[in-house]
């Protein structure tokens, strides 16, 4: 694993799979060279028929799978896939050291694969870190709302996108929850506020990289001795 920064690696550790045998013998029969002829060996395979009470009989070509052809990596590179799999368990445990919502709020913004539960959590826990100033029970609403709306902004920052401006959050909160606000008057109702939670989104995202950084250092060291 290349260990670049934390965002990366907290990515990466994620998604680490092995091909299947399955996914193997696809990629094998889509390669393989097409042959023909009487000589090869057809064999009959029965398959229940949807819908009918009679079977369907399916001539099929006999194929051999060598378990070791599923393998992706070649056997001279045990070691190095056994120091990558270390790493990314060093990874995993130092993500399991954080409080649950950090945890799901990293997740919301790194993981390959989010899911609502990183959502929900990630929005609970930074409404329950805002600090909402004296607001009409209207405008509260709407506050907690660009709590999502700063998140997911924030989120596409991370990985190099603009952050978002009035006319932009303007549209995803009537978009997503049919609430009207006016861009015009962005910075006398909202500015302080969006910054606010913009602060406070960092601040949690910095506590949520902060044991993967200190893995990452440590392995660098380790390398380095």
Not at 99 to 119: K, S
Not at 153 to 162: H, I, N, Q, R, W
Request: glycine share 4%; net charge positive.
């Amino acid at each position: 694993m290349r260990l670049i920064n934390a965002r990366q690696v907290w990515t990466e550790s994620q998604h680490e799979s092995n091909a299947s045998i399955s996914s193997v013998a696809i990629d094998k029969a889509e390669s393989a060279p097409v042959k023909t002829g009487n000589r090869m060996r057809r064999y009959e395979a029965v398959f229940a028929a949807l819908g009918e009470d009679k079977e369907e009989r399916i001539q099929i070509v006999r194929q051999k799978i060598n378990i070791s052809e599923t393998r992706r990596t070649p056997i001279g590179r045990s070691t190095a896939r056994a120091a990558h799999l270390a790493t990314i368990g060093k990874v995993l445990r130092a993500i399991d050291t954080l409080p649950f919502q950090v945890q799901q709020f990293g997740h919301y913004l790194y993981h390959p694969a989010m899911t609502m539960r990183h959502v929900m959590n990630a929005v609970l826990l930074i409404t329950a870190k805002a600090e909402f100033p004296d607001l009409t029970s209207a405008k509260r609403v709407k506050a907690q709302y660009l709590v999502t709306l700063a998140l997911q902004s924030y989120k596409g920052e991370v990985v190099g996108a603009a952050e978002w401006g009035p006319a932009r959050v303007a549209a995803e909160m009537k978009t997503f929850f049919g609430v009207t606000i006016d861009p015009k008057n962005w910075t006398r109702d909202w500015l302080e506020l969006w910054e606010s939670l913009k602060e406070v989104i960092k601040e949690v995202d910095i506590q949520a990289q902060q044991p993967v950084w200190q893995v990452i250092h440590s392995e660098k060291e380790e390398k380095a001795a």
